[in-house]
Nanobody, 132 residues
């Protein structure tokens, strides 16, 4: 049973850089497509970035493209998200997620409905705070 644990909550200033991490345990994360999602206050959970099993392909939501970088270390079983040029809208609770890779398919993009399926594994979430 795959388990995901995000790093502790972090805070940064507008224009700064933050890095989130998510440790996988219980199963080889290399067999999973992974991604980062966030919930802003009062908002729905939205996908911001996803990555293929080997890390060769990354997909980003239009709202964060160019500022967010998703990466993974399959030896350490850790998923990362670097946020550059922090904006107030980046604040919220960030969740990492994993869905089993299906042979013959590409990993899903952040907005695809597959991330709403019951077999997606979620971390507990970590708070990102942005200050001026």
């Amino acid at each position: 049973q795959l388990q995901l644990t995000e790093s502790r909550g972090v805070s940064g200033q507008i224009g700064g850089i933050l890095t989130l991490s998510c440790a996988a345990s219980g199963h080889l994360s290399a067999y999973y497509c992974m991604g980062w999602f966030r919930e802003s206050q009062g908002g729905e959970r939205e996908g911001v970035a996803t990555i293929s099993t080997a890390g060769a392909r990354q997909y980003y939501a239009d709202s964060v493209n160019g500022r967010f970088t998703i990466s993974r270390d399959n030896v350490k079983d850790i998923l990362y998200l670097q946020i550059n040029g922090l904006k107030p809208d980046d604040a919220g609770v960030y969740f990492c997620a994993a869905t089993p890779w299906q042979r013959g398919t590409t990993c899903p993009r952040p907005s695809e409905m597959i991330w709403k399926k019951a077999d997606v594994t979620w971390g507990q979430g970590t708070q990102v705070t942005v200050s001026s």
